[in-house]
Protein backbone atom coordinates (compact mmCIF):
# COMPACT_ATOMS: atom_id res chain seq x y z
CA UNK A 1 0.00 0.00 0.00
CA UNK A 2 1.56 3.41 -1.12
CA UNK A 3 1.02 6.10 1.30
CA UNK A 4 1.93 9.72 1.10
CA UNK A 5 1.53 12.30 4.35
CA UNK A 6 -0.51 15.62 4.53
CA UNK A 7 2.20 17.42 6.62
CA UNK A 8 1.04 18.88 9.15
CA UNK A 9 2.45 22.08 10.03
CA UNK A 10 2.12 24.21 6.99
CA UNK A 11 -1.75 24.91 7.20
CA UNK A 12 -4.07 25.84 10.13
CA UNK A 13 -7.33 24.45 8.94
CA UNK A 14 -9.98 25.28 11.91
CA UNK A 15 -10.54 21.79 13.46
CA UNK A 16 -7.94 19.57 11.51
CA UNK A 17 -4.69 20.74 13.17
CA UNK A 18 -2.78 20.20 16.41
CA UNK A 19 -2.24 22.40 18.90
CA UNK A 20 1.53 22.08 18.81
CA UNK A 21 1.76 22.75 15.17
CA UNK A 22 0.83 26.42 16.04
CA UNK A 23 4.37 26.75 17.41
CA UNK A 24 5.94 24.60 15.50
CA UNK A 25 8.58 25.58 12.78
CA UNK A 26 10.51 24.09 9.82
CA UNK A 27 13.12 22.13 12.19
CA UNK A 28 9.85 20.60 13.58
CA UNK A 29 8.34 19.91 9.95
CA UNK A 30 12.02 18.65 8.62
CA UNK A 31 12.15 16.50 11.36
CA UNK A 32 8.78 14.88 9.70
CA UNK A 33 10.21 15.05 6.36
CA UNK A 34 13.36 12.84 7.57
CA UNK A 35 11.35 10.75 9.07
CA UNK A 36 8.84 10.10 6.31
CA UNK A 37 11.83 9.96 3.75
CA UNK A 38 13.17 6.95 6.16
CA UNK A 39 10.38 5.38 6.09
CA UNK A 40 9.16 5.31 2.64
CA UNK A 41 6.48 7.24 2.09
CA UNK A 42 5.75 8.64 -0.90
CA UNK A 43 5.20 12.32 -0.71
CA UNK A 44 4.24 14.94 1.30
CA UNK A 45 2.03 17.69 0.32
CA UNK A 46 1.98 21.75 0.43
CA UNK A 47 -1.46 23.62 -0.45
CA UNK A 48 -1.31 26.96 -1.94
CA UNK A 49 -2.86 30.57 -0.74
CA UNK A 50 -1.25 33.99 -1.32
CA UNK A 51 -3.82 35.58 0.92
CA UNK A 52 -7.19 34.79 2.53
CA UNK A 53 -9.93 37.07 3.40
CA UNK A 54 -10.21 37.35 7.01
CA UNK A 55 -13.99 36.22 7.43
CA UNK A 56 -13.23 33.16 4.87
CA UNK A 57 -10.02 32.06 7.36
CA UNK A 58 -12.48 31.15 10.51
CA UNK A 59 -13.64 28.69 8.07
CA UNK A 60 -10.60 27.45 5.72
CA UNK A 61 -7.74 28.72 8.09
CA UNK A 62 -5.09 31.56 7.06
CA UNK A 63 -2.14 29.96 7.54
CA UNK A 64 -0.26 28.21 4.23
CA UNK A 65 3.06 27.94 3.79
CA UNK A 66 4.80 28.87 0.36
CA UNK A 67 4.98 25.23 -1.89
CA UNK A 68 8.22 26.69 -3.39
CA UNK A 69 10.05 27.99 -0.04
CA UNK A 70 8.94 24.95 1.90
CA UNK A 71 9.67 22.14 -0.49
CA UNK A 72 13.19 23.64 -1.47
CA UNK A 73 14.12 23.22 2.25
CA UNK A 74 12.80 20.03 2.74
CA UNK A 75 14.31 18.28 -0.55
CA UNK A 76 18.21 19.58 1.02
CA UNK A 77 16.85 17.29 4.23
CA UNK A 78 15.88 14.34 2.27
CA UNK A 79 16.51 11.42 -0.49
CA UNK A 80 13.92 10.14 -1.89
CA UNK A 81 10.44 11.25 -0.72
CA UNK A 82 8.53 13.27 -3.38
CA UNK A 83 6.76 16.58 -3.26
CA UNK A 84 3.50 17.17 -4.57
CA UNK A 85 1.67 20.55 -4.31
CA UNK A 86 -1.88 20.27 -3.39
CA UNK A 87 -2.44 22.43 -5.56
CA UNK A 88 -1.52 25.21 -6.78
CA UNK A 89 -4.13 27.18 -8.39
CA UNK A 90 -3.10 27.95 -12.22
CA UNK A 91 -5.16 30.94 -12.81
CA UNK A 92 -2.45 32.63 -10.31
CA UNK A 93 0.23 32.03 -12.69
CA UNK A 94 1.96 31.96 -15.96
CA UNK A 95 2.51 28.29 -16.87
CA UNK A 96 6.49 29.81 -17.67
CA UNK A 97 6.17 30.60 -14.24
CA UNK A 98 5.67 27.39 -13.08
CA UNK A 99 7.50 25.75 -15.82
CA UNK A 100 10.80 27.70 -14.39
CA UNK A 101 10.43 28.06 -10.59
CA UNK A 102 8.81 24.26 -10.25
CA UNK A 103 11.29 23.10 -12.51
CA UNK A 104 14.29 24.35 -10.75
CA UNK A 105 12.75 22.41 -7.67
CA UNK A 106 13.05 19.63 -9.49
CA UNK A 107 16.71 19.80 -10.60
CA UNK A 108 17.45 20.89 -7.23
CA UNK A 109 15.56 17.84 -5.61
CA UNK A 110 17.36 15.40 -8.32
CA UNK A 111 13.43 15.06 -9.91
CA UNK A 112 10.72 14.33 -7.15
CA UNK A 113 8.61 17.05 -8.05
CA UNK A 114 4.76 16.12 -8.42
CA UNK A 115 2.66 19.13 -9.74
CA UNK A 116 -0.74 18.97 -7.92
CA UNK A 117 -2.85 21.64 -9.99
CA UNK A 118 -6.59 23.36 -9.49
CA UNK A 119 -8.88 25.39 -10.88
CA UNK A 120 -8.97 27.73 -7.61
CA UNK A 121 -12.68 28.96 -5.95
CA UNK A 122 -11.76 31.81 -3.96
CA UNK A 123 -12.72 34.87 -5.98
CA UNK A 124 -11.50 37.13 -4.02
CA UNK A 125 -8.16 35.99 -4.02
CA UNK A 126 -8.49 35.87 -8.02
CA UNK A 127 -9.32 39.54 -7.64
CA UNK A 128 -6.69 40.53 -5.34
CA UNK A 129 -4.06 39.02 -7.56
CA UNK A 130 -5.91 40.72 -11.08
CA UNK A 131 -6.64 37.02 -11.99
CA UNK A 132 -9.18 36.58 -13.94
CA UNK A 133 -12.13 34.60 -12.28
CA UNK A 134 -14.59 33.83 -14.82
CA UNK A 135 -13.57 31.59 -17.49
CA UNK A 136 -11.04 30.05 -15.09
CA UNK A 137 -11.85 26.75 -15.92
CA UNK A 138 -10.98 27.24 -19.87
CA UNK A 139 -7.55 29.38 -18.73
CA UNK A 140 -6.53 26.38 -16.79
CA UNK A 141 -6.98 23.61 -19.28
CA UNK A 142 -5.32 25.98 -21.53
CA UNK A 143 -2.41 26.27 -18.94
CA UNK A 144 -2.50 22.32 -18.26
CA UNK A 145 -1.86 21.80 -21.51
CA UNK A 146 0.98 24.19 -21.81
CA UNK A 147 2.86 22.87 -18.89
CA UNK A 148 2.47 19.45 -20.40
CA UNK A 149 4.73 20.15 -23.37
CA UNK A 150 7.04 22.59 -21.21
CA UNK A 151 8.11 21.82 -18.14
CA UNK A 152 10.74 19.62 -19.13
CA UNK A 153 12.21 21.83 -22.28
CA UNK A 154 14.56 24.19 -22.73
CA UNK A 155 12.71 26.25 -25.52
CA UNK A 156 9.43 24.99 -25.21
CA UNK A 157 6.81 26.38 -27.37
CA UNK A 158 2.98 26.13 -27.27
CA UNK A 159 0.09 27.95 -28.83
CA UNK A 160 -3.22 28.17 -27.24
CA UNK A 161 -6.33 30.45 -26.41
CA UNK A 162 -4.70 32.03 -23.59
CA UNK A 163 -1.26 31.12 -23.56
CA UNK A 164 1.44 31.55 -27.24
CA UNK A 165 4.63 31.72 -26.94
CA UNK A 166 7.92 30.29 -28.62
CA UNK A 167 11.66 31.42 -29.25
CA UNK A 168 12.27 31.24 -25.10
CA UNK A 169 14.85 29.81 -23.27
CA UNK A 170 13.41 27.93 -19.43
CA UNK A 171 16.98 27.34 -18.12
CA UNK A 172 16.59 25.18 -15.59
CA UNK A 173 14.06 23.14 -16.29
CA UNK A 174 12.54 20.25 -15.15
CA UNK A 175 14.69 16.88 -14.96
CA UNK A 176 11.99 14.75 -15.23
CA UNK A 177 11.10 13.99 -18.69
CA UNK A 178 7.60 13.54 -17.53
CA UNK A 179 6.82 15.63 -14.22
CA UNK A 180 3.93 13.91 -13.21
CA UNK A 181 0.77 16.40 -13.01
CA UNK A 182 -2.02 15.34 -10.53
CA UNK A 183 -5.25 17.31 -10.76
CA UNK A 184 -7.11 18.68 -7.95
CA UNK A 185 -11.27 19.00 -8.04
CA UNK A 186 -14.25 17.39 -6.57
CA UNK A 187 -16.59 17.18 -9.61
CA UNK A 188 -16.74 15.32 -13.08
CA UNK A 189 -14.90 17.37 -14.84
CA UNK A 190 -12.56 17.78 -12.81
CA UNK A 191 -11.33 13.80 -13.34
CA UNK A 192 -12.15 14.48 -17.06
CA UNK A 193 -9.55 17.02 -16.86
CA UNK A 194 -7.12 15.30 -14.81
CA UNK A 195 -7.70 11.96 -17.55
CA UNK A 196 -7.36 14.41 -20.91
CA UNK A 197 -4.29 16.39 -19.44
CA UNK A 198 -2.72 14.37 -16.46
CA UNK A 199 -1.35 12.01 -14.63
CA UNK A 200 -3.66 11.66 -11.72
CA UNK A 201 -6.87 13.00 -9.61
CA UNK A 202 -6.55 14.37 -6.53
CA UNK A 203 -10.24 15.23 -5.27
CA UNK A 204 -11.10 16.76 -2.27
CA UNK A 205 -14.23 17.19 0.28
CA UNK A 206 -16.27 14.14 -1.21
CA UNK A 207 -17.22 11.07 0.73
CA UNK A 208 -15.56 7.62 -0.55
CA UNK A 209 -18.58 5.73 -1.31
CA UNK A 210 -19.36 9.03 -4.32
CA UNK A 211 -15.66 8.68 -5.59
CA UNK A 212 -15.84 5.22 -5.78
CA UNK A 213 -18.50 5.58 -8.30
CA UNK A 214 -16.75 8.21 -9.99
CA UNK A 215 -13.75 6.40 -10.23
CA UNK A 216 -15.33 2.98 -11.47
CA UNK A 217 -17.24 4.89 -14.28
CA UNK A 218 -14.41 6.22 -15.39
CA UNK A 219 -12.18 5.01 -18.33
CA UNK A 220 -8.74 5.71 -16.67
CA UNK A 221 -5.63 5.10 -18.28
CA UNK A 222 -2.73 2.47 -17.47
CA UNK A 223 -0.40 4.38 -14.87
CA UNK A 224 -3.13 6.75 -13.60
CA UNK A 225 -2.80 7.73 -10.23
CA UNK A 226 -6.04 8.13 -8.03
CA UNK A 227 -4.82 9.79 -4.83
CA UNK A 228 -7.60 9.45 -1.85
CA UNK A 229 -7.70 10.77 1.21
CA UNK A 230 -8.10 8.59 4.02
CA UNK A 231 -10.47 10.87 5.86
CA UNK A 232 -9.93 12.98 9.36
CA UNK A 233 -6.55 12.34 11.31
CA UNK A 234 -5.70 8.93 11.91
CA UNK A 235 -4.26 7.13 15.18
CA UNK A 236 -1.89 4.38 14.29
CA UNK A 237 0.05 3.64 17.44
CA UNK A 238 -3.57 4.30 19.51
CA UNK A 239 -6.56 2.59 17.34
CA UNK A 240 -4.70 0.27 14.69
CA UNK A 241 -7.81 -1.61 13.69
CA UNK A 242 -9.78 1.96 13.07
CA UNK A 243 -6.85 3.16 10.52
CA UNK A 244 -6.51 0.16 9.09
CA UNK A 245 -10.22 0.22 8.32
CA UNK A 246 -10.25 3.78 7.02
CA UNK A 247 -6.96 2.57 4.24
CA UNK A 248 -8.87 -0.29 3.37
CA UNK A 249 -12.12 1.40 2.60
CA UNK A 250 -9.45 4.29 -0.06
CA UNK A 251 -8.26 1.39 -1.30
CA UNK A 252 -11.76 0.01 -1.81
CA UNK A 253 -12.84 2.82 -3.41
CA UNK A 254 -9.88 2.95 -5.97
CA UNK A 255 -7.56 5.30 -4.71
CA UNK A 256 -4.15 4.28 -6.28
CA UNK A 257 -2.24 6.20 -3.49
CA UNK A 258 -3.42 7.18 -0.12
CA UNK A 259 -2.83 10.56 1.44
CA UNK A 260 -2.95 10.38 5.24
CA UNK A 261 -2.71 13.08 8.32
CA UNK A 262 -2.35 11.75 11.40
CA UNK A 263 -2.75 13.12 15.02
CA UNK A 264 -0.31 14.22 17.69
CA UNK A 265 0.60 15.96 20.68
CA UNK A 266 4.28 17.07 19.19
CA UNK A 267 6.63 16.49 16.27
CA UNK A 268 8.08 13.48 18.01
CA UNK A 269 5.10 11.28 18.76
CA UNK A 270 4.12 12.29 14.49
CA UNK A 271 7.09 10.87 13.89
CA UNK A 272 6.30 7.82 16.15
CA UNK A 273 2.63 7.92 14.87
CA UNK A 274 4.38 8.17 11.18
CA UNK A 275 6.47 4.84 12.48
CA UNK A 276 3.04 3.06 13.24
CA UNK A 277 1.43 3.82 10.44
CA UNK A 278 4.64 2.22 8.12
CA UNK A 279 3.97 -0.81 9.70
CA UNK A 280 0.79 -0.83 9.02
CA UNK A 281 0.67 -0.88 5.78
CA UNK A 282 3.36 -2.84 5.87
CA UNK A 283 0.96 -5.84 7.37
CA UNK A 284 -2.17 -4.37 4.62
CA UNK A 285 0.37 -4.82 1.47
Same mark, same amino acid.
Given at each position: ??????????????????????????????????????????????????????????????????????????????????????????????????????????????? $? %????? !???? #?? @?? +? &????? *?????????????????????????????????????????????????????????????????????????????? $? %????? !???? #?? @?? +? &????? *????????????????????????????????????????????????????????
Amino acid at each position: MRLGINSPVVTAVPGAHSPWERTAGIEELAAIAEAADRLGFHHLTCSEHVAVPADVAEQRGGTYWDPLATFGHLSARTRRIRFATQVLVLGYHHPLALAKRYGTLDRISGG $R %LVLGL !GVGS #LQ @EE +F &ELLGA *AFEGRGAIADDAIAALRVSLSRREPAYHGEHFDYEGFVVEPHAVQDRVPLWIGGRTPRSLRRAVTHGDGWVPFGLPLD $R %LGEMV !GAAD #LP @EG +F &EVVLS *AGRPLDPSGDASRTSAALQRAAEAGATLVSVSLTAESADHYIEQAEALAALAAALS
